[in-house]
């Protein structure tokens, strides 16, 4: 994750601005140009920057102890990326891990409690007393409101039920499948379609909501503008990872119906169901999207399912 992503994401929950506390950094050199700068790049491994906006809270007074200033060079967004550590939420207390350079900024019921708690505990030797005394342990809880849940757990647990090998394979050329010319040629066609009647422009923030490979979020950054994909499943993004490299968009494993992001982030959605013939899990998803995006902002039309030739292997 670019420090870059902090001017963005949010909490899921509360939407406040999220704190990073990193514990690893990688080298990740990428074209400066790809991305606009970053305002909270921090000056290496360390609690902060605390976001100027956030708001005067117990546990915001205690990260602003403790939180470095922004790193004079903003540079340094280019150069590196958080490997490991987390994300705070100063309004509601809660944290969220980053694991492999990918933050994971899921609602509570869709977490993995005794995972995130133990990638909690590995952190806290590498924190003050008072700012690990402020972070309470994740309890396991379900929410009766989200009717997709298990949907949503199946999808995520999808690397552990697949055993065919070959599975995941396309997620590294796609959009192209070898396997099937007429798919790739398909998908780019309608990439084209999908941005001819979006039109965004450079100043656009696009969400790509259920970007599995995210190769629409990596074309839409290519093309230079800012685009976030979210996917709630992680295998899909760790692959992404592995395909782009450092020079990627910003990518969240969130849940589209708990939208990780500012209130004016994004100014344009991606329509997942562009490229899906399966609907997205749950009901809420529009309506959350609804409410996230800015005013004014568009989400395009998708194509009907009907134009859609198969594929023969996975493409997400
Ligand atoms: C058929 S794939 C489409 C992937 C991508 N849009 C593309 O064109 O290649 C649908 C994706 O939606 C994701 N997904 C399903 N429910 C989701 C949710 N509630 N929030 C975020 N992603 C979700 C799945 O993990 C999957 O990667
Ligand atoms: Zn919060």
Redesign the pocket.
């Known amino acids: 994750m670019r420090y870059g992503l902090l001017d963005l994401a949010a909490c899921q929950q509360c939407h406040a601005p999220l704190t990073p506390l990193a514990a690893a950094e990688v080298p990740s050199e990428m074209p400066q140009g790809l991305q606009p700068a970053a305002t909270r790049v921090a000056p290496g491994i360390g609690i902060g920057p605390v976001a100027p906006g956030a708001r005067d809270t117990p546990l915001n007074a205690i990260l602003r102890r403790h939180a470095r200033p922004p790193a004079a060079d903003v540079a340094g967004n280019f150069a590196v990326e958080i490997a490991e550590g987390r994300l705070v939420c100063g309004d509601c207390g809660r944290w969220y891990p980053i694991a492999g350079q990918l933050p994971e900024i899921l609602p509570d019921h869709l977490r993995d409690a005794a995972r995130d708690n133990a990638i909690l505990r590995s952190l806290a030797a590498a924190m003050p007393d008072e700012v690990r005394g402020a972070l309470a342990p994740l309890s396991p809880r379900a929410d009766a409101a989200d009717g997709?849940a298990h949907?949503?757990a199946a999808?995520?647990a999808?690397a552990s039920k697949v055993n065919d090998p070959e599975f995941f394979g396309p997620g590294y050329s796609?959009?192209f499948n070898p396997w099937n010319p007429e798919f790739s040629l398909f998908?780019v066609a309608v990439f084209g379609g999908v941005i001819s009647v979006m039109k965004p422009r450079k100043t656009d923030t696009v969400l790509?909501?259920?970007?599995?490979?995210?190769?629409?979020t990596e074309w839409l950054h290519r093309s230079g503008l800012r685009a976030i994909g979210?996917?709630?499943?992680r295998v899909?993004l760790e692959i992404a990872v592995a395909r782009m490299g450092p020079s990627r968009p910003h990518l969240i494993v969130?849940?589209?119906?708990s939208l990780p992001v500012q209130a004016e982030t994004p100014t344009r959605c991606?329509p997942?169901k562009?490229?899906?013939?399966?609907p997205?899990?749950?009901a809420r998803?529009p309506a959350t999207i609804a409410r996230s995006v800015r005013a004014g902002a568009s989400c395009s039309p998708s194509p009907t399912r009907s134009t859609r030739p198969a594929p023969r292997r996975s493409?997400?």
């Open positions: 997709g949907y949503k999808e995520m999808i796609v959009p998908m790509d909501s259920g970007c599995g490979y995210a190769w629409t979210i996917d709630i499943t899909y969130a849940d589209a119906e991606w997942t562009a490229f899906t013939t399966f997205i899990a749950g998803w493409t997400r």
